[in-house]
């Protein structure tokens, strides 16, 4: 079952789309720091709320951001591991409330298996143009979160949300 933190009932949403379009589990990250000097690569990570399908190993852990200010004692149950490597779909649906209007951006990209030693629940992603589509993400007030699935699926995303909902739809 879809579940976000932050209550972003959108970001709940775009993981229930690329849910039905993959048929598997999806989860919702940040889009964080470049990876090293590429510029089609970056870090996506959040607080441990992946699926266990997304890794090879993990365990159950802290969440070490939040335990900082609520204790380590009130802060287990997040996983920590690193996605698998292979092929991936990104998603966000947003909304305009001053406008009334929905929009959403799709693509694809690649789980890599680059170095990354932090921990939580973490992926090096590789994405095509990634610094066009960041600069979409920003410029079009689209939220910090984005949900993902380890499956190729941004034409079926696209498509319904195009053809179905009429909305406003980037496919990176």
């Known amino acids: 079952m879809p579940s976000a933190c932050e209550v972003d009932i959108t970001g709940v949403a775009s993981m229930y789309a690329l849910q039905l379009a993959t048929g ?3 989860a919702l990250v940040d889009w964080n720091n470049n990876y090293g000097g590429d510029p089609n690569k970056c870090v996506l990570f959040h607080c441990g709320n992946f699926a ?3 890794y090879k190993e993990a365990r159950i852990a802290y969440a070490d951001i939040l335990a900082t200010t609520l204790g380590q004692e009130n802060t287990y149950g997040a996983i920590n591991g690193r996605v698998s490597a292979g092929p991936m779909s990104y998603a966000r649906i947003s ?12 693509g694809d ?6 170095a990354l030693d932090t ?6 992603v590789e994405v095509p143009n990634l610094q066009e589509l960041l600069k979409y993400i920003c410029r079009n007030g ?4 984005t ?3 380890a499956a190729p699926s941004a034409h079926i995303l696209a498509e319904a949300f195009e053809t179905y909902f009429d909305w406003d739809v980037y496919r990176h």
Do not use: L, P, W
């Open 24 to 26: 598997q589990s999806a």
């Open 109 to 114: 990209g690649t789980f890599t298996d680059d």
């Open 95 to 106: 909304t305009d409330d001053t406008s009334g209007c929905i929009a959403a951006y799709c």
């Open 142 to 145: 689209f939220e910090h979160h």
């Open 147 to 149: 949900a993902m699935a």
């Open 52 to 54: 266990k399908s997304f």
């Open 119 to 124: 921990f939580g629940s973490r992926a090096v």
